[in-house]
């Protein structure tokens, strides 16, 4: 069309448009293609690792205001208050409300986003000792359950219509106390997972021969973040194995098939573990004997056995083999070094 006969606000329009088209376009064109990505993931990577870089404090010395014993660095060592309290102010009145909710130290904002990209790392390094990088994990899950209940009432996505629901088993009622206790739910229903995840992941290459207790963080983390993926309702089906998948692959350190397979090894056990309590109520319900209750959940508990036998030995041998592919590959010691006198001032044998 013709220039002079548009306003002057269409020619700077038109304008700005034929320059993005002749060069910002192409310049970035550029840019996308000369980007160093496989830098930008290798950093990403080494921070996925190790996130956390603590610098000294000093070597000034403090009086602690709490009991007055003189030190230096960040925590008093008799009664542990930090160098930075003082009297109280604005400041403290904030922090003290905050950290209701989590935001204060320790953030549970700052837990969770660890959670969403270092899952597997994160809950590594709370098991391992490293309590002070995570906002207390119960409690995270105590209030994020709140926080979706709140919002589902009032986004109206856990207004769920169950009159119509027929009562028959208590069904109506185990739903209703579900939704009303969402975040204790997800809990239970994850704890069926704790006894798999122990056996088939006993021999992982990292974090081996991780305890029950153990079992029953990773648990309390992954149920915190199934409680924030079930505000995206459908989508929540999609992300929640996605989670569960890249959280077991950074936390064992299998290899991509290996977590697969073993994941879901792992649910289906936890399926037939799941389902003796329900055998049991579906039993009492419908008036069956004692004895029959207990063959099926004899059979069950079979099933599970043999399949955690099963994993077990190919768990062990991967363990073993890798045990000896890495006892091959580090260099023998010389006749020479084996003389090395011991610090008692004796030599070994031969």
Request: hydrophobic residues 45%; positive net charge.
């Amino acid at each position: 069309k013709d220039a002079s006969k548009q306003p002057k606000a269409a020619k700077t329009i038109h304008y700005f448009f034929a320059i993005y088209r002749t060069h910002l376009k192409r310049l970035s064109g550029a840019i996308l293609i000369h980007m160093n990505w496989k830098g930008l993931y290798t950093r990403f990577r080494r921070w996925q690792i190790s996130p956390f870089e603590y610098q000294p404090y000093g070597n000034e010395p403090h009086r602690c205001n709490n009991c007055g014993e003189v030190f230096t660095g960040h925590y008093c060592p008799m009664c542990s208050q930090h160098t930075g309290l003082g009297r109280v102010d604005w400041s403290s009145v904030g922090r003290g409300v905050m950290d209701i909710w989590g935001v204060g130290n320790r953030s549970m904002l700052f837990s969770l986003w660890q959670l969403l990209w270092r899952p597997g790392y994160f809950i590594s390094d709370y098991i391992n000792g490293k309590r002070q990088i995570s906002f207390p994990p119960v409690k995270m899950l105590i209030i994020v359950s709140i926080i979706v209940m709140l919002l589902g009432y009032w986004t109206g996505f856990l207004n769920q219509d169950l009159s119509k629901v027929p009562n028959t088993l208590y069904i109506r009622d185990i739903l209703t106390w579900t939704i009303k206790n969402i975040g204790w739910t997800m809990l239970i229903v994850n704890s069926f997972l704790i006894l798999p995840t122990y056996a088939t992941f006993r021999y992982s290459p990292r974090n081996t021969a991780h305890l029950l207790p153990a079992g029953f963080f990773i648990q309390v983390f992954t149920s915190t973040m199934m409680l924030v993926f079930a505000m995206f309702k459908q989508y929540g089906f999609v992300l929640t194995p996605i989670f569960f998948y890249f959280t077991y692959l950074q936390l064992f350190g299998y290899s991509i098939w290996g977590t697969l397979w073993r994941l879901a090894v792992s649910f289906f056990e936890g399926l037939l573990l799941l389902s003796i309590p329900l055998v049991v109520i579906v039993s009492l319900y419908d008036h069956n004997s004692p004895g029959s209750i207990v063959l099926v959940c004899f059979k069950i508990l079979v099933i599970v056995s043999i399949i955690f036998l099963i994993t077990h030995f190919i768990n062990r041998w991967g363990y073993r083999k890798r045990n000896r592919k890495r006892k091959s590959s580090e260099p023998a010691a010389s006749h020479s070094d084996s003389l090395i006198p011991h610090p008692d001032g004796t030599k070994p044998e031969g």
